[in-house]
């Protein structure tokens, strides 16, 4: 089992529908979430950082956590076609969680149709 | 503010040779992280130097080192270069602290092996 799941895609939505990202972690203890947008020959940039059960929202994206589940999620509101690109989910696993040792998912490639 | 700064963004090698990465990180980020981005393993933690001392190591050989120095910047020596090496070179920065754990990513360095 990988340490961190992510189902590739691709995941087609039409434009100004809700699209939802989702990722599973095997690490009990995980702390710090996070959610990473990468465009096509670009470097990951920051979307969502998450550490407590429940949602954090920031503008139109949401970010979800459910630690007995083991599971986070990442719903963008109001799909754009710039929305289009890879979302990767990245865990610190285990204790110690400030450090910048991340583990990244696959990623999911979203896109956007006008 | 000046981002993360990866040089060379490009190169291009033969097997067996030798190559070093350079990246200088966002001003006052103490925290260097090095990943390793590939179509078929995704992204890969190498390694992270904090306050010139490797905090944490990923799982690759040992032809993959490190170093920081006291202005916090990092070098990434790869050596007896492999096909297997062609990769995108990611390195990331941050402050580290209590929820501060947050990655900034350079645009990376493409490497290429022949």
């Known amino acids: 089992q990988k340490e961190v799941e992510q189902n590739s895609g691709p995941l087609s939505v039409p434009e100004g529908a809700i699209a939802s990202l989702n990722c599973t972690y095997s690490?009990?203890?995980?702390?710090?979430f996070f959610w990473y947008r990468q465009y096509s020959g670009k470097s990951p940039e920051l979307i969502m950082s998450?550490?407590?059960?429940g949602d954090k929202e920031d503008g139109r994206f949401t970010a979800q956590l459910n630690k007995a589940s083991q599971y986070v999620s990442l719903l963008i509101r109001d799909s754009q076609p710039s929305d289009s690109a890879t979302y990767l989910c990245?865990?610190?696993?285990?204790?110690?969680?400030?450090?910048?040792?991340?583990?990244f998912g696959q990623g999911t490639t979203l896109q956007v149709k006008p | 503010k000046a981002g993360v700064t990866q040089t060379p963004r490009y190169l291009i090698k033969t097997r067996g040779q030798q190559v070093t990465l350079s990246c200088s990180p966002i001003s006052g980020h103490r925290s260097v992280s090095w990943y390793q981005q590939t179509p078929g393993q995704g992204l890969q933690f190498l390694f992270e130097?904090?306050?010139?001392?490797?905090?944490n190591k990923g799982n690759f050989p040992g032809r993959f080192s490190g170093r920081q120095f006291s202005n916090s910047r990092s070098e990434m020596n790869v050596s007896t270069l492999e096909l297997g090496d062609s990769a995108l070179y990611l390195c990331a920065s941050s402050l580290l602290g209590a929820g501060a754990n947050v990655l900034t990513f350079g645009a990376g360095s493409r490497l290429t092996v022949l």
């Open positions: 998450i550490y407590s059960n």
């Open positions: 690490d009990r203890v995980s702390q710090s």
């Open positions: 130097y904090f306050s010139e001392t490797q905090r």
């Open positions: 990245a865990v610190n696993i285990g204790l110690g969680s400030n450090t910048g040792k991340l583990i």
